[in-house]
């Protein structure tokens, strides 16, 4: 089928010269940004003063998104094998790859595998081409692995996936409790709100995490909970609320269902605070605090999100969350409720559209009076009859080769799902797979592919999103997508044309595709359906242009959206009632073994996204935390044979990883922690998504991917180096290493268990240094270096030695920025430190100031005695504020007696 030639996005505009409104790339507090292009392909960037969500606050993440917009690594051009293609050639393969599939094994032998990050009109089309058109239920998102478990227990208990609050919630809150939650990385700016109510109205802050967090070392209380109990503690709470009179019996009677049966339960699981203190090893009095200030503050809100959601019990865990603040009525008033932090910018906008494969759109699920509902809207003749499998099982049918198509888009199941290794070889025994990408850097999706589509990113993309208090919010295009890039919605649109949909999906544009989601949300909605946006279903493309954060619900006829909901009731079951839960008896998914004596718990870092396709090309973000690693309690370390900065081998049963140990007493004996951002793209030996277990929680399908038991033993490495490149280098698969953006080039960290001499002999044939008149070899001191000039400026330096060396690193950072190595300075380019000894290096704290640690530690020595006084003295933390719980970390060092 010959159809149009790609039309460019209509609205995207090509240079704007105005100052554009948009929305934040990363988490979903939804910050609003104020993009200003430079005319040149990249932005000004700064927090939109007029949004809701951040009043003009931006993380380091958002802050820094300008250094991001280069398109040296993008993908600019379709390719099929490899090969690169048109766009019309491209897009008739996707619909062979998939009519083929659908012809020879049926419809439930395809599927599409979608993301958070994708926009509410790019998600609604895919979502509409499977169920309503190709007739399967086989798409699902990385979702599952985010936020799946919310999802379900926020419909056990509400009826629909509601979060009933909003961000003011955290502002006139006296109690805020962050369970499973590392606030002050992972959701900057509400960390923010949540220090300002601190200090405004003295807002009391409790964090529930195994690990001592930056987040954790804030708060007024620490609960270093046992691994998985969770259940219990808030299990022990509602016992404690029944008795202590904290139930709202009025609300109960009259808005709720399962209050006895739920209690009776809890009473089982946590018959007394002694016995529940002991299964969270927890001191009782640390226990007490807890439960007497919930239950004596009824201004709390209950923060949760991957501690909770990413469990084998995640569901259950949620709706123990839940039951607590039914029990007590603490629901939907302002300052009180229990509130799901959503990680992905779109995650609740994927949830609106049914993106997930047991859900159909608008908030509908597959009974047959709803199947048929969308069904006759979308005038669609293959609709879904039934549920389609959830991510994890889904990869599991396409190692069976029970799915045999598959097209990805905006998410790399190669790194970010359980047994990442085995999804990897997975993906290549599919007869076809498409994916939608916009970096070339993914790690092992593109190889795997038969069809790559370059996709629009942000910044050139157009569309809604919807963060965690549900407010929509507009993404704008500020710059004009590299090569041949197009919007995914784009694309998925042109398959559905091709298959034969054409009238379906004869979209001119986002607006156009908002409109129908809205109209179906409110398409024979008598309210029971609290997912209504009706008011929205008329837009002009003007005013979709224009739009408002807003907060659904908003029906037709209303004219503001809703700030709260469930104070009054009103829940989406039949009778208007919430459900409490009865709990699972709280247990891990798999008890560690003697194989496998430690639990190993998975996360984030501060300045790092995922698997860093944007984050890694920004200088600043690249510092705080640059290469990967584990953190292990002493105890731990002591008894594995482990020393602080040394390498460690981390194996489970689906794999091993060689990673630097940092020996810390914020994690807790027993437990070790490994961040999840390193693949193979950006580093080697180091993907933690392949240690991780396929657990998953029965009702969410969502996997616990932080309890994975491991073990860990030295890896003795006998080199490390660096090499400073001004080129993104390939390097050999054999080598441990992590790359790091530094602003000309790129520092390549790495370690090896051969001798340096040999690993330098080795790494310079790599790298073609033999040429270079640049080499030192120092075989006393175990040193050796070389390097190649051109045109007067360093190329490549490449450094081997028995250990790190940071001083090399920073003189060779300096040198890769130099214009122009002049003659005195070539002398010096292999001397390992800079002629000037003011260059020492210290660890980044503030990146958005390039402020270290040294210089707060002598700031802290010259009488500045508090976070503000280090603002004044030096910016740093002044920002946007993301380093300000380190900042008072290292003040708390500097006060403590030598
Ligand atoms: N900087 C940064 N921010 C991000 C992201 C990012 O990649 N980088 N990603 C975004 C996304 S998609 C998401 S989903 C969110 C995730 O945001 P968070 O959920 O805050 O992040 P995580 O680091 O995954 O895990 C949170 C904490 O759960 C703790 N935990 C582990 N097991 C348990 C347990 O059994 N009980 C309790 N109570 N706690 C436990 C961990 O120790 C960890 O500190 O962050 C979003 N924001
Ligand atoms: N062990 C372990 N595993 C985890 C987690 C954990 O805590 N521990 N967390 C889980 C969670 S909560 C999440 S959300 C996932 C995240 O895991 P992923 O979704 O796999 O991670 P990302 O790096 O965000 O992947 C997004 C991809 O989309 C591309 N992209 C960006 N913008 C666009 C666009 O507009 N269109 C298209 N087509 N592509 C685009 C990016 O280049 C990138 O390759 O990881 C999950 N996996
Ligand atoms: S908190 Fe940071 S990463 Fe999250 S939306 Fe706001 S600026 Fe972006
Ligand atoms: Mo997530």
């Not at 005319?39 to 250094?67: F, S, Y």
């Not at 070392?217 to 620490?222: P, W």
């Not at 002629?835 to 210290?842: M, V, Y």
Request: aromatic fraction near 6%; proline fraction near 6%; charge should be neutral.
């Amino acid at each position: 089928m010959n159809v149009s030639m790609p039309t460019p996005d209509p609205s995207t505009i090509t240079h704007a010269p105005a100052p554009v409104r948009t929305t934040c790339a990363y988490c979903g507090v939804g910050c609003g940004v104020v993009a200003t292009a430079d005319g040149k392909g990249g932005a000004t960037i700064a927090g939109d003063a007029a949004h809701p969500a951040n009043q003009g606050r931006l993380c380091v993440k958002g802050a820094a998104l300008g250094e991001t917009l280069a398109t040296g690594h993008r993908l600019l051009h379709p390719t099929i094998h490899g090969v690169r293609t048109t766009w019309n050639r491209a897009l008739d393969a996707v619909t062979k790859g998939f009519r083929d599939t659908i012809e020879r094994h049926g419809p439930d032998a395809v599927a599409l595998y979608l993301s958070g990050q994708l926009l509410t009109e790019d998600y609604y089309v895919a979502n509409k081409l499977m169920k309503g058109f190709i007739g399967s239920a086989n798409v699902d998102t990385n979702s599952r692995l985010c936020m799946a478990s919310t999802v379900a227990g926020h419909r056990r208990a509400f009826g629909a996936d509601i979060v009933p609050g909003c961000y003011e919630d955290l502002d006139e809150a006296d109690l805020v409790v962050l369970t499973g939650s590392n606030t002050a990385w992972c959701h900057p700016v509400l960390w923010q709100r949540i220090e300002q109510a601190r200090t405004r109205r003295g807002t009391r802050v409790v964090v529930i995490d195994p690990r001592r967090t930056v987040t954790a070392d804030s708060a007024d209380l620490h609960l270093a909970v046992a691994p998985g109990m969770d259940a219990v503690l808030f299990a022990r709470l509602l016992v404690e609320i029944a008795e202590g009179g904290a139930v709202d019996t009025n609300y109960v009677t009259r808005h709720t269902d399962g209050f006895e049966a739920a209690l009776a339960n809890a009473r089982e699981i946590a018959p007394s605070r002694a016995d529940a203190a002991a299964r969270c090893a927890l001191t009782e009095q640390a226990l007490a605090a807890f439960l007497d200030w919930w239950i004596e503050t009824p201004r709390v809100v209950t923060c949760f999100s991957q501690g909770i959601n990413q469990s084998a019990q995640g569901t259950d865990k949620v709706n123990a969350i839940l039951n607590v603040h039914l029990a007590a009525g603490r629901i939907g008033r302002p300052g009180c409720g229990p509130f799901s932090l959503t990680g992905q910018p779109n995650a609740m906008g994927g949830r609106e559209v049914g993106g997930l494969a047991n859900q159909l759109a608008a908030h509908m699920g597959f009974s047959p009076d709803e199947v048929d509902r969308v069904g006759r809207f979308w005038q669609a003749p293959g609709m879904a009859g039934k549920e389609g499998r959830k991510a994890v099982s889904m990869f599991e049918a396409i190692e069976r080769g029970e799915i045999r198509a598959l097209w990805v888009l905006c998410t790399n199941p190669a790194a970010s799902l359980p047994r990442a290794d085995a999804m990897r070889s997975a993906l290549r025994q599919l007869d076809f797979l498409a994916v939608s990408e916009v970096s070339a850097h993914v790690d092992g999706l593109a190889e795997a592919a038969t069809v790559v589509l370059p996709s629009a990113a942000w910044g050139e993309k157009n569309g809604t999103v919807t963060n965690s208090e549900r407010r929509i919010s507009r993404q704008r295009p500020f710059l004009a997508p590299p090569g041949e890039a197009q919007p995914d919605w784009w694309q998925i649109c042109e398959v559905a044309r091709r298959l034969g949909h054409g009238q379906a999906f004869d979209f001119a544009s986002p607006a156009a595709i908002f409109r129908e989601h809205a109209a179906l949300s409110a398409f024979e909605n008598d309210g029971a359906r609290l997912f209504d946006i009706g008011g929205l279903a008329d837009l002009t493309d003007q005013a979709y242009d224009a739009l408002e954060p807003v907060q659904w619900p908003l029906p037709s006829g209303r004219d503001a959206g809703t700030q709260r909901l469930f104070a009054d009731g009103g829940f989406a079951h039949a009778d208007g009632c919430a459900r409490l839960v009865p709990l699972a008896p709280p247990a891990l998914s798999a008890p560690p073994t003697a194989e496998h004596p430690l639990l190993l718990n998975t996360g984030r870092v501060r300045d790092h996204w995922h698997t860093m396709t944007r984050t890694g090309l920004s200088p600043r973000l690249a510092q705080h935390r640059n290469a990967p690693f584990v953190e292990v309690h002493p105890a731990d370390a002591e008894r594995f044979g482990l020393e602080d900065g040394a390498f460690a081998a981390v194996s489970t049963r689906q794999g091993q990883v060689e990673l630097r140990v940092v020996v810390t007493d914020s994690q807790q004996p027993g437990s070790i922690f490994a961040p999840i951002h390193w693949t193979d793209a950006n580093a080697a030996r180091a993907r933690v998504g392949s240690l991780v277990h396929a657990r998953t929680d029965p009702v969410s399908g969502q996997p616990d991917s932080k309890t994975v038991p491991a073990s860990i033993r030295p890896w003795a490495m006998q080199a490390e180096g660096f090499i400073a490149s001004r080129r993104r280098l390939p390097l050999p698969a054999w080598l441990s290493h992590a790359r790091m953006t530094v602003a000309d080039g790129e520092i390549v960290h790495f370690a090896s268990p051969r001798a340096p001499g040999a690993l330098h002999d080795l790494l310079s044939n790599w790298l073609n240094l033999w040429t270079s008149p640049l080499h030192q070899r120092n075989p006393a001191a175990d040193l050796y270096r070389s390097a190649s000039i051109v045109d007067h400026r360093l190329e490549i330096l490449l450094s081997t030695g028995p250990r790190r060396d940071e001083d090399a690193i920073a003189w060779a950072t300096d040198l890769l920025a130099r214009e122009r190595i002049d003659a005195a300075t070539r002398r010096f380019i292999l001397a390992g430190r800079a002629p000037d000894p003011g260059l020492r290096p210290s660890r980044q704290v503030c990146a958005c100031f390039g402020v270290d640690e040294a210089r707060i530690e002598a700031a802290a020595r010259g009488g500045a005695d508090s976070v503000e006084a280090i603002g004044a003295a030096l910016k740093a933390g002044t920002n946007c504020g993301s380093c300000r719980p380190e900042i008072r970390k290292i003040l708390e060092g500097c006060r403590q007696p030598a």
